[in-house]
């Protein structure tokens, strides 16, 4: 068996776990929904979210994968106690990750199509209809969506067949250090617009009016499930990287500075949206189409547009290509767990099997578009994103959670043995009854809301 790899630094480790964590789920995800429940109020409940279930979760996440030192594959194989059946979870785990990448590579496919359409100028000139127009047109067309689909999954694996370090960890890096600086570029741009005053206070400044309006319970749900998705908890995306890490450090003050970068990017990307949303008086409650419909717009009638319209879908693809890349890690260290394989195998069998795995939701768009899993105007990709973001997610973390509480699983001792491993900020000891006893509760709600939810209109 060869040795397993390691990352080289600290900050490969965080930029890499950040860069997972950072994707179309902070950038174009977040900022609609936000926009949808009427912004701060919204904002303030998803934050609390953050902390009192994400948080935990990624820390077990992390200890599950460090201590098994292997993928969600095999991970609780390794650590369950004898005769128990905990590793039926891998298959769930495994599962999520390929039907996340099945629409997950579609969308980074129209942020790269995107920043050539922002290059090339096609938007100059065209009134907010056309606009719009260029969206739906290009959902129309199975070959030109299907074309850089391909280019997204043959970039993103031709990254990860350089290896972890050379591939994976150094690209990542440089990825992320480019969006944070085009973000704090756009971020300046945006609220120093004449009029994005109005912007910040829809979204800094709390109405819980609002908030009212919707239900309580359906803002706080649709909070809950953000966080869960941000933070990619749930399938073992996280977990493979506690597997490439050493033990200098505890895992707790490790996951608060990935939790905090990860909603850095996400407030931010607020910050450019909605200053300019109010500045040219567009309303930023748009839904899905916020980024590829609303935002165009915007920067068309912006001085400069062309170059931050660029600039922002560049932003948008390396969020979207850092997750994309972090979970394909995931995929093939699946495949080398299981089977032994080598990387540069892992690498072609996943590639293939991926494209094709991506085709039903590119073609859920136009040739299949009359078929409408969840009712009237959704498509395949709803399909899918619902197995994941409501089923997988929320019942995956469950079992993670359970597994590191509960004297039946890999228990609290050793979970906490794990997580305060090295030096930094350790497992508060009076969390154990919240994490054991309330959070799962928590969890399980969410879970069952989410059906109540869907169905119930
Ligand atoms: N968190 C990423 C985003 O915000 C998406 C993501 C990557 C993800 N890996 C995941 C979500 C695993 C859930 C589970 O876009």
């Given at each position: 068996?060869?040795?397993?790899?390691?990352?080289?630094?600290?900050?490969?480790?965080?930029?890499?776990?950040?860069?997972?964590?950072?994707?179309?789920?902070?950038?174009?995800?977040?900022?609609?929904?936000?926009?949808?429940?009427?912004?701060?109020?919204?904002?303030?409940?998803?934050?609390?979210?953050?902390?009192?279930?994400?948080?935990?979760?990624?820390?077990?996440?992390?200890?599950?994968?460090?201590?098994?030192?292997?993928?969600?594959?095999?991970?609780?194989?390794?650590?369950?106690?004898?005769?128990?059946?905990?590793?039926?979870?891998?298959?769930?785990?495994?599962?999520?990750?390929?039907?996340?990448?099945?629409?997950?590579?579609?969308?980074?496919?129209?942020?790269?199509?995107?920043?050539?359409?922002?290059?090339?100028?096609?938007?100059?000139?065209?009134?907010?209809?056309?606009?719009?127009?260029?969206?739906?047109?290009?959902?129309?067309?199975?070959?030109?969506?299907?074309?850089?689909?391909?280019?997204?999954?043959?970039?993103?694996?031709?990254?990860?067949?350089?290896?972890?370090?050379?591939?994976?960890?150094?690209?990542?890096?440089?990825?992320?250090?480019?969006?944070?600086?085009?973000?704090?570029?756009?971020?300046?741009?945006?609220?120093?617009?004449?009029?994005?005053?109005?912007?910040?206070?829809?979204?800094?400044?709390?109405?819980?009016?609002?908030?009212?309006?919707?239900?309580?319970f359906?803002?706080v749900f649709?909070?809950m499930g953000?966080?869960?998705?941000?933070?990619?908890?749930?399938?073992?995306?996280?977990?493979?990287?506690?597997?490439?890490?050493?033990?200098?450090?505890?895992?707790?003050?490790?996951?608060?500075?990935?939790?905090?970068?990860?909603?850095?990017?996400?407030?931010?990307?607020?910050?450019?949206?909605?200053?300019?949303?109010?500045?040219?008086?567009?309303?930023?409650?748009?839904?899905?189409?916020?980024?590829?419909?609303?935002?165009?717009?915007?920067?068309?009638?912006?001085?400069?547009?062309?170059?931050?319209?660029?600039?922002?879908?560049?932003?948008?693809?390396?969020?979207?290509?850092?997750?994309?890349?972090?979970?394909?890690?995931?995929?093939?260290?699946?495949?080398?767990?299981?089977?032994?394989?080598?990387?540069?195998?892992?690498?072609?069998?996943?590639?293939?099997?991926?494209?094709?795995?991506?085709?039903?939701?590119?073609?859920?768009?136009?040739?299949?578009?009359?078929?409408?899993?969840?009712?009237?105007?959704?498509?395949?990709?709803?399909?899918?994103?619902?197995?994941?973001?409501n089923n997988?997610?929320p019942l995956?973390?469950l079992?993670?959670?359970?597994?590191?509480?509960?004297?039946?699983?890999?228990?609290?001792?050793?979970?906490?043995?794990?997580?305060?491993?090295?030096?930094?900020?350790?497992?508060?000891?009076?969390?154990?009854?919240?994490?054991?006893?309330?959070?799962p509760f928590i969890v399980l709600f969410i879970f069952v809301m989410g059906y109540v939810q869907k169905f119930s209109?």
């Amino acid at each position: 068996m060869e040795k397993r790899e390691k990352f080289s630094s600290r900050l490969g480790f965080i930029l890499i776990s950040a860069g997972c964590a950072v994707g179309l789920g902070n950038v174009w995800r977040f900022p609609y929904i936000t926009g949808k429940y009427g912004g701060a109020a919204f904002v303030l409940i998803y934050l609390i979210f953050l902390v009192i279930l994400g948080l935990p979760i990624m820390i077990m996440e992390f200890s599950v994968g460090r201590a098994s030192q292997k993928s969600a594959a095999r991970s609780f194989h390794v650590l369950e106690p004898k005769g128990t059946k905990w590793h039926i979870e891998s298959y769930f785990a495994m599962a999520g990750n390929y039907l996340l990448m099945m629409f997950y590579t579609t969308v980074g496919g129209w942020m790269i199509a995107y920043v050539f359409k922002n290059i090339s100028g096609e938007f100059t000139g065209l009134s907010p209809e056309e606009v719009g127009g260029v969206f739906n047109g290009m959902l129309a067309q199975p070959v030109y969506m299907t074309v850089w689909m391909v280019i997204t999954v043959l970039l993103s694996f031709f990254i990860c067949s350089l290896g972890l370090q050379n591939g994976v960890e150094r690209i990542t890096k440089i990825m992320m250090g480019f969006l944070f600086v085009i973000l704090i570029i756009l971020c300046i741009r945006s609220v120093t617009l004449d009029g994005a005053i109005e912007g910040l206070k829809f979204y800094l400044v709390p109405d819980f009016g609002k908030i009212a309006e919707y239900g309580i319970f359906e803002v706080v749900f649709a909070a809950m499930g953000q966080s869960f998705f941000t933070l990619s908890l749930g399938i073992g995306a996280m977990a493979i990287f506690g597997s490439y890490l050493s033990k200098e450090r505890t895992l707790t003050g490790e996951s608060i500075s990935i939790c905090c970068l990860d909603t850095l990017v996400a407030i931010m990307a607020g910050l450019v949206i909605f200053p300019a949303c109010f500045a040219f008086g567009v309303d930023p409650g748009e839904g899905p189409g916020l980024v590829f419909v609303t935002l165009p717009n915007i920067f068309n009638q912006m001085a400069g547009g062309r170059i931050f319209g660029t600039l922002f879908f560049v932003f948008m693809s390396f969020a979207a290509l850092s997750s994309i890349i972090a979970v394909f890690e995931n995929i093939i260290s699946f495949s080398r767990d299981l089977f032994g394989w080598e990387r540069k195998k892992a690498v072609l069998v996943n590639l293939i099997a991926i494209i094709l795995l991506s085709m039903p939701c590119v073609l859920g768009f136009n040739v299949f578009s009359s078929f409408a899993p969840l009712g009237a105007g959704t498509t395949i990709q709803d399909l899918e994103d619902f197995i994941v973001s409501n089923n997988l997610l929320p019942l995956g973390s469950l079992v993670y959670l359970l597994f590191c509480t509960s004297r039946y699983g890999w228990g609290w001792k050793n979970f906490i043995k794990e997580a305060d491993t090295g030096k930094g900020v350790k497992f508060p000891k009076w969390a154990r009854f919240y994490v054991s006893y309330i959070l799962p509760f928590i969890v399980l709600f969410i879970f069952v809301m989410g059906y109540v939810q869907k169905f119930s209109r």
